[in-house]
């Protein structure tokens, strides 16, 4: 079975609108972290937020919000306010933090969701 | 204040050939991670290097090694080349103290194997 699931390959969403990007995840640990990444054409992956499945509140980072609903494993991204240079490839990915001994500092990556804002 | 630096950006190579690809952390960083990252697919992990030795690897095989330099900076070998190791391979730098959770990326090496 896949750690992380991102159901949306691709998106279209009008300028300025909100935007919410699913992702859900399978693990026993009790203890792990969630992460999303921005990945535009450059390549490199840029690091938008993170919930750790202990944290009681939903993460926020500017116009980026985390919907964590740990009883579904599910942990999606929500823009505000979409921006053009919104634009690009978004990962969920996940560290589990107590079946690698703690030590262990490898992501497990979704296989992403194409965003593209229309003006 | 330089980012990770990845050379070269883009390399054609044939299979059952070797390649070596670089990578220069963030400064202050001591931790490097490598990851492959398929056409259409999220990146894996390959292997983690600090203090100049692999500290933990993902699900690849002994055809990936790397090594780490005293100045940090970091090397991903690939032997006997197949058409499947066609992919952008980043590079994630790091402090330990602060894990996957302080990750700088690279822009990545684009692979071809041809």
């Known amino acids: 079975a896949q750690k992380i699931t991102q159901t949306q390959p691709g998106m279209f969403v009008q300028e300025k609108e909100a935007v919410t990007l699913d992702c859900t995840y399978d693990?026993?640990?009790?203890?792990?972290?969630l992460f999303w990444y921005k990945q535009p054409s450059s390549g490199e992956m840029i690091f938008l937020i993170y919930?750790?499945?202990?944290?009681?509140q939903n993460a926020t980072e500017g116009r980026y919000s985390l919907n964590f609903q740990k009883a579904r494993k599910s942990a999606n991204l929500v823009i505000s306010a979409s921006q053009l240079g919104d634009s690009a490839m978004y990962f969920c990915?996940?560290?589990?933090?107590?079946?690698?001994?703690?030590?262990?500092?490898?992501?497990?990556f979704g296989k992403g969701t194409h965003l593209i804002i229309q003006p | 204040d330089a980012g990770v630096t990845q050379s070269p950006t883009h390399l054609i190579k044939t299979r059952g050939q070797q390649v070596t690809l670089r990578c220069s952390p963030k400064?202050?960083?001591?931790?490097v991670s490598w990851y492959q990252q398929a056409l259409g697919q999220g990146p894996q992990f390959i292997f983690q290097?600090?203090?100049?030795?692999?500290?933990q690897r993902g699900n690849f095989p002994d055809r990936f090694s790397g090594h780490q330099f005293p100045n940090y900076s970091s090397e991903l070998n690939v032997n006997a080349l197949l058409l499947g190791d066609s992919a952008l391979y980043l590079c994630?730098?790091?402090?330990?103290?602060?894990?996957?959770?302080?990750?700088?990326f690279g822009s990545g090496t684009r692979l071809t194997v041809v």
């Open positions: 290097y600090y203090e100049e030795e692999e500290r």
């Open positions: 693990t026993s640990d009790p203890s792990y972290g």
């Open positions: 919930q750790g499945s202990y944290d009681q």
């Open positions: 990915a996940m560290r589990e933090l107590m079946y690698s001994g703690g030590g262990a500092d490898g992501l497990t």
């Open positions: 994630a730098s790091s402090l330990v103290q602060d894990g996957v959770y302080g990750y700088t």
């Open positions: 400064s202050g960083h001591d931790t």
